[in-house]
């Protein structure tokens, strides 16, 4: 199921809040196991901007589990938090510029956590390559619905101006 309307790591080199924006209506597509595949347009993103952003894990600077948010766009950031769920991410910018998108819903998948589970995605996919990885890939539908941007949800902890930041993106 390799595709040309894969994006390409161009796409994923730009700055965050050019590429979050861009990714809604894009599809994320997921290899099965078992061979089969699934794709799901993507509905609901945040963006994280590096070291200067409160709420961004590379804000406490370079880590194990950040290493891949300092390689170049385009790589998976998955992540684990409260025992429960792996959170998907998606690495922006280019090398030692930590940026990366929560993928916060798909269609049929609302909410990161139930995203995950529901798509097969855990800790194995850390690292993954979008650009030529077999089971994990993002593809450019053609098209560019509106979005709407709201405050990101859940990181109090940050501080304002951060818990402010219209860095949410929402299909319309």
């Not at 894009?26 to 963006?47: D, M, N, Q, T, W």
């Not at 910018?93 to 995950?116: M, W, Y």
């Not at 993954?128 to 619905?145: H, K, M, Q, V």
């Amino acid at each position: 199921m390799m595709n040309s309307s894969r994006l390409g790591r161009d796409f994923y080199i730009r700055d965050v809040l050019e590429v979050a924006p861009g990714l809604i209506g894009k599809s994320l597509v997921v290899r099965f196991p078992g061979g089969s595949y699934g794709k799901f347009s993507i509905i609901e993103v945040e963006a994280y901007r590096g070291e200067e952003d409160r709420a961004c894990h590379a804000f406490k600077g370079r880590t194990k589990r950040t290493e891949i948010m300092y390689a170049e766009g385009g790589h998976v950031y998955v992540y684990f938090v409260y025992g429960m769920y792996w959170m998907l991410n998606i690495v922006t910018s280019t090398v030692n510029e930590p940026q990366a998108i929560l993928i916060r819903g798909v269609d049929g998948f609302t909410g990161p956590g139930r995203l995950t589970r529901g798509l097969g995605i855990d800790g194995g996919f850390y690292g993954e390559d979008l650009a030529s990885s077999g089971r994990i890939w993002i593809e450019n539908t053609g098209e560019n619905p509106g979005y709407i941007t709201t405050p990101r949800i859940g990181i109090a902890y940050a501080g304002a101006p951060w818990t402010g930041k219209p860095w949410r993106f929402i299909i319309k």
